[in-house]
């Protein structure tokens, strides 16, 4: 064969800017693509021998890749099948084209998976290089080698040449930007990034070991990869600490274990493997340093699976490999794209069945866990529908005795005792025992249950509670009192007139500090005899309001508005009957106030009562309910600690 020069089997003569510039973003992924065919056509050649179509003892088929600084050059080494001049024209030549459709068409069922789902992945090598070679030597027995030279415009020669062994060795003549693909630690952590777990072996370099000081090569070649990766393994050939060291091997500076994990393993309708572990999840959505790693066949494609699992799914970790992810596309275009939506309808399931399983073989043990993996399961609760219908089954409430409920099983305890006079069932909650240990009391003498919602989304969970169970309602213990919150048919009443209250309110407000941050609310409740008698409470609705709107856009508004207690006078203690006593009253003409253009009106008569000489117990009654709910600090302690010696 003689020197053949052509032109490159493409449309435009401008394909090489385009490929440079726009293709690919990512400069160094042109590595995975030379090592992917390097990989498919070792492959191919197992296939071929297995079938008996190629001959003898298939040697060494380790892919290597080895860096020449002073010819600048990067190259990659297969024995795999090889290309012969026919086969380089048609599958380089003509880059739209690509071998590896063929090939699988005629090997359906037997061939070893193959990479090559990436379109114009050779080509990839002139976004760094000025000039790519390919030196090939076909499996074929009366093949010659050929090479083929390309100088990055549409421009090419192919010709024979002498190859001693069987495969393709790919030369990258690398462009002077991009002299980091020069450097040996670039090039190692390329390949460990993208090349981990492929099934070839590939050798890159000497492995090093330290020897007196010092760092030294050794006789070893330096493997990069682990070839069989426990997710493309039979669970059942997989025990406990095989899945936990796999999972060392994904996320080397990782310490912790992970609780548990499943092994994905999907035929039809799509092809899909992979291996996701459920680590702690303690708090604080946003630290998800290990990240759940996409494969295609083996090949690292990317870490940020947003868009292709719910994003509840990426608090896990793991990896996922499916040959059925169309990968070269745009992030925008994976969201719309049927496959992707029925592999992460899958997933969820997947996820969800597992769960149900744990909770159902080992209530206890999963009990244990709750608290490790509920954000997790409320966030896949609060964002995918599916999943909540799923989830309720298992998803757990804790009281503060530390027993266990699903919300069914909550319901059904509660009901007799906390079903107020309007049919609606009351559960009661505390986000701090200790805080609200007044409140507790009051609760558990009631017989009522308290429950501990301590979580990150636990408010979030019971607002979404609340809208799907019509007559159900959640209240911190410490938003009215324990009468209020549950009213029964038999409601203490206190016998005091509207006008005396108004006169008690009105003497505790003269005393209430003036603040942007908080706004306090007196009223007048007669509660139980020995309630505290002054106390605060917090209004359900705005604290929940502000709550959620830490985790919520659009919510801002409620963080903003100032927080709002209503100030108890409890008028069933004796104390504040004393105090009542003591009020003085007296008539008043009082004139209604008109609106503009409104007839004035007539003066009505009032009893206007007051409270005169009780500042300093006012105070201190109103210092002990801040006391009580941890509010008093600063110049208001000190001052209610002074106060206090003085009246002793
Ligand atoms: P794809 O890998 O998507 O098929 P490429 O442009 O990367 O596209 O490669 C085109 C074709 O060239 C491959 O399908 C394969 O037939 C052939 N080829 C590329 N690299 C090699 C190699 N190292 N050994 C044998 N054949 C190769």
Known sequence: M??????????????????????????????????????????????????????????????????????????????????????????????????????????KDKTEAIIGHFGLGFYSAFM?????????????PDAKAVHWSCSGDPEYTLEETIKAERGTDVVLHINEEFTQYLEDATIESLLRKYCKFL?????????????????????????????????????????????????????PTQMDEPLFHIHLNVDYPFHLTGILYFPRIKSNLDVRRNKIQLYCNQVFVTDEVENIVPEYLTLLHGVIDSPDIPLNVSRSYLQSDNNVKKISGHITKKVADKLAEMYKNDKEDFEKKWDDIKLFIQFGMLTDEKF????????????????YFTLEEYKERIKEA?????????????????????????????????LLLDGELDVHQISQFEQKNEHLRFVRIDSDTIENLIRKENQEKDSYTDEQKEGL???????????????????????AKDALPVFLTQNEFMRRMKEMSQHQQGMSFYGQMPDQYNIVINTSHPLIQELIGKMTSEEVEEVPETKEGEEPKAAEKKTVYTLAGEDERLHQLFDIALLASGQLKGESLAKFVNRSVALL
Not at 61 to 70: N, P, S, Y
Not at 507 to 526: I, Q
Request: proline share 2%; charged share 30%.
């Open 418 to 450: 906390q079903t107020d006079k309007d049919g609606n069932l009351v559960a009661l909650y505390t986000q701090d025992p200790d805080a609200h240990y007044t409140f507790i009391e009051r609760a558990k003498e009631k017989g009522y249950d308290v």
């Open 199 to 251: 099934p070839v072996e590939i050798a890159f370099g000497m492995k090093k070991e330290w020897k007196d000081g010092k760092e030294v090569e050794t006789g070893e070649e330096n493997i990069i990869n682990d070839t069989n990766p426990a997710w493309m393994r039979k669970p059942a050939e997989l025990k406990d600490e095989d899945y936990k060291a796999f999972y060392h091997e994904l996320y």
């Open 128 to 140: 760094v290089s000025d000039k790519v070679e390919i030196f090939s030597q076909s499996y074929q």
């Open 388 to 403: 909540y219908e799923r989830a309720i089954g298992f998803a757990l409430l804790k009281n503060i005795q530390g027993n």
């Open 2 to 107: 003689t020197t053949k020069k052509g032109s490159i089997g493409v449309t435009s003569d401008n394909i090489f800017p385009v490929i440079k510039k726009f293709l690919y973003s990512d400069h160094e992924i042109f590595l995975r693509e030379l090592i992917s065919n390097a990989v498919d056509a070792t492959q191919k050649l197992k296939t071929l021998s297995s079938v008996g179509e190629a001959k003898g003892d298939l040697g060494d088929l380790r892919v290597r890749v080895t860096i020449d600084k002073k010819k600048n050059t990067l190259t990659v080494s297969d024995h795999g099948i090889g290309m012969t001049a026919d086969e380089v024209d048609r599958y380089i030549n003509q880059i739209a084209f690509s071998g590896a459709e063929e090939f699988l068409g005629k090997y």
């Open 505 to 527: 309110r009105k003497a505790f407000e003269g005393l209430l500090p003036d603040s942007e941050k908080l706004r306090y609310y007196v009223t007048c409740e007669a509660a």
